[in-house]
């Protein structure tokens, strides 16, 4: 049986009991409108840890107020079916009350918030959307603070999100163990994503191409390209000329810098909107 939380208090004392026993926390957290992807993330953390939190919270202070905050899918008793049906010990399920109780309209003045480095946020998702990644880290930091698991588990999907909850860590000493899992697609390649229900039928055949795109990313490099102009330019030719690239960089994952050169810990990603649907992805050489 997997238990619904919205309190903080309730999890703390559920965090302090099993503590006491000796057992090790594995912790999922999520947006919810849980897919595969998100499954595979909880099979992860049931695969390592005794007990397994997943958290659900669509979290607004990391949505600009021109994003999809509103209209974000929520469809919590599909939830707890997958978690349930993966033996999740309890889904914590906080309001924006509980978790912000002193926020009001100006974010930066009435919380204290997690600013990862510039160089971590001026590039890719960051670039567009402004406070997105302060908003991201500073939640994290909290759900952390509140579930304090020994491990958390995040996707790869979401690179630049995984990259700057790893320097948290670092630069905040965190004891929790960050755990990257690869991301998770479709039979047809698309990667899986919450906002994937927003396309409609022909959308959704368009972004097929981005997958495509990156896929021959990788045929180019394993034939010996190793320029990201000629890689990128190519990949570009077999996107679906009806999306609209928001950005395609090359960066070296070690350095977060961009390259020019594809090699080993070289990431390729991509942000694109299909009609009004922004989807990402990336390649990890
Ligand atoms: P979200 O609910 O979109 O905030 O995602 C919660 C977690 O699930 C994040 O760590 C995501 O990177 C991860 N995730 C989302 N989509 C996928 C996917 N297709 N494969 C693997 N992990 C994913």
Not at 113 to 132: M, T, W, Y
Not at 268 to 274: E, N
Request: hydrophobic share 40%.
């Amino acid at each position: 049986m997997t238990e619904i939380i919205p309190e903080i208090k309730i999890i703390r004392e559920n965090i302090k009991e099993w503590k006491s026993q000796g057992l090790s926390i594995g912790f999922v957290p999520t947006m919810g409108a849980l897919h595969a992807g998100h499954e595979s993330l909880i099979k992860a953390a049931k695969n390592e840890c005794d007990k397994v939190i997943v958290s659900i919270f669509v979290n607004p202070i990391q949505f600009a107020p021109n994003e999809d905050f509103d209209k974000y899918p929520r469809q919590l008793q599909a939830d707890k079916i997958i978690c349930e049906n993966n033996n999740v010990d309890i889904i914590f399920y906080p309001t924006a009350e509980e978790m912000y109780p002193d926020k009001n309209q100006d974010v930066n003045n009435s919380i204290t918030a997690i600013v990862p480095p510039e160089n971590f946020q001026d590039k890719l998702c960051g670039k567009s959307r402004i406070g997105h990644f302060n908003g991201v880290a500073t939640v994290v930091l909290k759900l952390f603070n509140i579930v304090k698991p020994d491990k958390a588990y995040f996707g790869q999907k979401d690179a630049q999100q995984f990259l700057i909850i790893k320097k948290m860590i670092k630069d905040l000493n965190l004891s929790v163990e960050i755990i990257g899992c690869p991301t998770i697609r479709d039979a047809d390649g698309l990667a899986l994503s919450s906002r994937n229900a927003y396309l409609s039928e022909d959308e959704r055949q368009k972004a097929l191409s981005i997958n495509n795109a990156l896929t021959h990313i990788r045929t180019d490099y394993d034939s010996g390209i190793i320029s990201a102009e000629i890689a990128i330019n190519s990949a570009l030719l077999v996107l679906d000329p009806q999306i609209s690239v928001e950005y395609f960089e090359v960066l070296d994952i070690n350095t977060f810098s961009v390259t020019e050169t594809l090699k080993e810990n070289t990431l390729i990603a991509l942000a694109a909107r299909v009609g009004s649907v922004r989807l990402i992805d990336n390649l990890l050489l």
